[in-house]
């Protein structure tokens, strides 16, 4: 069962997106984390044309 929890706030600077994730046990949790953020910016750039901000990725827990 997977699960993840995403918030997002606008504000003057742009979209703060906060998600809350758990990944696979034995991932490389930096690189997850990377992508994530960077397919979250430009996901949200494209679709909505809106700029973000920041994007606070947190891992809630590892599945094995």
Same mark, same amino acid.
């Given at each position: +069962?997977?699960?993840?929890? /995403?918030?997002?706030q606008y504000t003057k600077?742009?979209?703060?997106?906060?998600?809350?994730?758990?990944?696979?046990?034995?991932?490389?949790? /930096?690189?997850? /984390? +990377?992508? /994530?953020?960077? +397919?979250?910016?430009?996901?949200?750039?494209?679709?909505?044309?809106?700029?973000?901000?920041?994007?606070?990725?947190?891992?809630?827990?590892?599945?094995?």
């Amino acid at each position: +069962k997977q699960m993840s929890l /995403v918030t997002a706030q606008y504000t003057k600077a742009g979209l703060v997106v906060d998600l809350h994730i758990e990944v696979p046990y034995g991932v490389n949790i /930096v690189e997850v /984390v +990377k992508s /994530v953020k960077e +397919k979250i910016r430009y996901n949200v750039k494209e679709t909505l044309d809106i700029p973000v901000s920041a994007v606070h990725v947190y891992i809630d827990g590892m599945r094995v």
